[in-house]
């Protein structure tokens, strides 16, 4: 059963464009949304989340939007560059004990020039 | 800046044979994560901990063990490996309350089971 749900696999962009990653989920108990970058032959790193009581969170070129209604949110890249390539995870946790994050299956982003 | 390094960054080895992989934190985090990513599945947890001793299963726990030895050093070990083991490993920590949902990664051992 998986939980955590990434659309596109793949997603290919020109230089300047907006990339949308999307990502859906199942478990109404999920609170905690980070997305995870990560680029070939390096660990992922946390590029932005957001909390379910928000329906937008910021940071720069990257900006997530979160419908905790129909269990889904996307990550949009405005002014996407060719720096951006690289694979997006998008995870979920809830505020339980644990804090145990589940991740999607990620978008492999191509951005060319 | 948080710092987790795994070793070693490349293994081969038999089935059945014995394999340890290593992660050390110098984050002063209580939460440590080892997981697997393999293409199609993205990244599953195998084992993780809240602090020295302590063990919690992840998702994917069959075939593995892990140990805690200290608040910096956390192990995986394939008593048996398999090729179906063959796979990304990557190991995490993370602090805790609200740092505790934010990982910090290793670079990863690529495990390769012959």
């Known amino acids: 059963q998986q939980q955590v749900r990434q659309s596109p696999q793949s997603l290919t962009v020109w230089e300047g464009e907006t990339a949308i990653l999307n990502c859906s989920y199942e478990?109404?108990?999920?609170?905690?949304f980070p997305w995870y970058q990560q680029f070939p032959g390096e660990g992922p790193a946390l590029l932005i989340a957001?909390?379910?009581?928000?329906d937008k969170k910021e940071d720069g070129r990257f900006t997530i939007f979160f419908n905790k209604r129909e269990k889904k949110l996307s990550l949009h890249i405005t002014d996407s560059q060719p720096g951006d390539s690289a694979t997006y995870f998008c995870?979920?946790?809830?505020?339980?004990?644990?804090?145990?994050?589940?991740f999607g299956k990620g978008t492999l982003l191509t951005v060319t020039p | 800046e948080a710092a987790v390094t795994q070793s070693p960054r490349n293994k081969v080895t038999v089935t059945g044979g014995n394999v340890t992989l290593s992660c050390r934190q110098t984050?002063?985090?209580?939460?440590m994560y080892w997981y697997r990513q393999d293409t199609g599945h993205g990244l599953r947890l195998i084992h993780y901990?809240?602090?020295?001793?302590?063990?919690q299963i992840g998702d994917v726990p069959d075939g593995y063990k892990a140990t805690r030895t200290t608040q910096e050093d956390f192990f995986l070990l394939l008593e048996l490996a398999s090729p179906s083991q063959t796979s990304l490993y990557f190991c995490?920590?993370?602090?805790?309350?609200?740092?505790?949902?934010?990982?910090?990664f290793g670079s990863g051992t690529r495990l390769t089971v012959l």
């Open positions: 995490a920590s993370s602090g805790t309350g609200g740092g505790a949902r934010w990982l910090y």
């Open positions: 478990n109404s108990a999920f609170d905690y």
């Open positions: 957001i909390r379910s009581v928000s």
């Open positions: 995870a979920a946790s809830n505020g339980g004990s644990n804090y145990k994050l589940t």
């Open positions: 984050n002063s985090h209580n939460y």
């Open positions: 901990s809240y602090g020295a001793g302590n063990l």
